[in-house]
């Protein structure tokens, strides 16, 4: 900083001051112009070479800063002036538990509906995105409230994910729905061996169409069942399309679920098609269908639960960090950012299976639904309602009637006796 002591060009500012040596010294106005007529004015130094001057910032940590404006809610006038509001102790309290959930015991007997508030909460501060606290805070949850944090998982060609956050993936609990399409696991991978895990007993529908299986890995995801009668006894739907190295003597395995309904083996390596529909019709009772069911839509499975949104920020984490970012035009990118048009991503699709699909017959097997023994007489009694406006004495008649039909019935249905049935008695 400079100044000149100019009378020429400034006006009469009054008396100057200056200091030297620690002392106060008045200068000459009149006297300074005179010798600067005769010189060249030199600059004036107020302060010496290397002073500095540095201001008085707030320099206390950022987590403190934090901790002092997040107990207030800030919002803005009609007239522009800020205003502030306390926080309720419940949000408060629910804050701090989100931030240190992974330090908690256990969750077990806390209510549900308070849970899924710090469920959303610790979702919100990205808690469970973090290396180690991420997997301890999420088993916290899956213990106590299992199908509440995730009922159905979908993880079709999302092979990065489970890679990346297997553990995290192992630890959910009661699934019913888990589609593993397109994964290319094998028959060693660990989450094919975590299938017979008692935590997964609650799957009903289970997709492992392209993951390059074999015999032997049917083998080890029916052994509980078939020696333990524990694992996947509840299994209703299996889809094993598009595994070319399971033959004839893998599709065995699958005897020992008793509770299937549907079944797509479609792409596999069967040598004799025609056995095999008969294995499957004489000991499960599955019917070859002419066309394709709609249970194998995997559009019926999609990932449902609390931590839907958990999911796919894994998704989007793992495939940031793969693939470089798209290049878009700058018109399209503007766009984007102002919200005229929506992003889309292309649909995932296996390219490979659906070749093989396309090329390959379609084996798919539904179970027949019993017939309804009480049928006729269902019919029965809507005629004999329809005829009782025109006949009295019918519509008493009918009674009796349908007395005598329901106890033939009944001794029927003690005579006749189902395939399942009779496996059933001769395994003993």
């Known amino acids: ?9 400034h006006l009469d500012p009054g008396p100057v001051y200056v200091r030297e040596n ?7 106005l009149a006297l300074d112009g005179v010798r600067s007529s005769l010189q060249k004015p030199r600059p004036f130094r107020l302060f010496p070479k290397g002073f500095s001057v540095e201001l008085c910032m707030n320099r206390e940590d950022d987590t403190a800063q934090k901790e002092k404006t997040d107990h207030f809610i800030f919002t803005y006038t009609r007239e522009g002036n800020l205003r502030y509001s306390a926080k309720s102790l419940f949000s408060l309290v629910l804050g701090f538990i989100s931030d240190n959930v992974d330090h908690v015991d256990s969750l077990i007997g806390f209510p549900e509906q308070i849970a899924e508030k710090l469920f959303s909460a610790a979702e919100a501060r990205q808690k469970f995105t973090e290396p180690g606290a991420g997997l301890r805070a999420l088993q916290k949850f899956t213990e106590a409230y299992g199908s509440l944090v995730l009922c159905s998982l979908c993880l079709r060609n999302r092979y990065l994910v489970i890679s990346e956050k297997l553990e995290e993936i192992k630890s959910f609990r009661e699934l019913t729905c888990l589609d593993l399409s397109c994964c290319k696991l094998g028959d060693e991978h660990e989450l094919l061996e975590h299938l017979t895990n008692e935590a997964l007993s609650s799957v009903t529908q289970l997709h492992l169409k392209d993951n390059c299986l074999s015999d032997a890995g049917v083998r080890k995801m029916t052994a509980p069942v078939r020696v333990m009668k524990r694992g996947l006894e509840n299994l209703t739907l299996l889809d094993l399309s598009c595994n070319p190295d399971i033959t004839d003597a893998g599709i065995g395995y699958l005897f020992s679920f008793r509770k299937l309904n549907c079944l797509d083996i479609s792409g596999t390596g069967l040598k004799d098609v025609k056995a095999v529909k008969h294995k499957l019709q004489t000991h499960i009772g599955l019917v070859h269908s002419k066309v394709p069911l709609k249970e194998f839509d995997h559009s019926n499975c999609k990932t449902e639960g609390w931590a839907d949104q958990i999911v796919l920020q894994w998704e989007r984490v793992t495939s940031e960090a ?5 290049t878009s035009e700058p018109g399209t990118a503007a766009q984007h950012f102002y919200g005229k048009r929506a992003r889309t991503e292309a649909p995932v699709k296996c390219h490979l299976s659906d070749a093989h699909m396309n090329s390959s017959e379609k084996l798919q097997f539904y179970k027949e639904k019993a017939p309804d023994c009480h049928g006729p007489l269902l019919k029965h ?13 019918r519509a008493f008649e009918e009674p009796e009637k349908e007395q005598s039909n329901s106890s033939q019935s009944s001794k029927q249905k003690y005579v006749c006796l189902a395939v399942e049935d009779w496996d059933l008695l001769n395994s003993y």
């Open 22 to 28: 620690g002392q106060l010294h008045m200068v000459n």
């Open 381 to 393: 009694e809507a005629l004999s309602g329809q005829e009782s406006k025109k006949s009295k004495k």
């Open 322 to 326: 793969v693939k470089p970012r798209e």
């Open 1 to 9: 900083m400079s100044y000149y002591l100019n009378s020429e060009n």
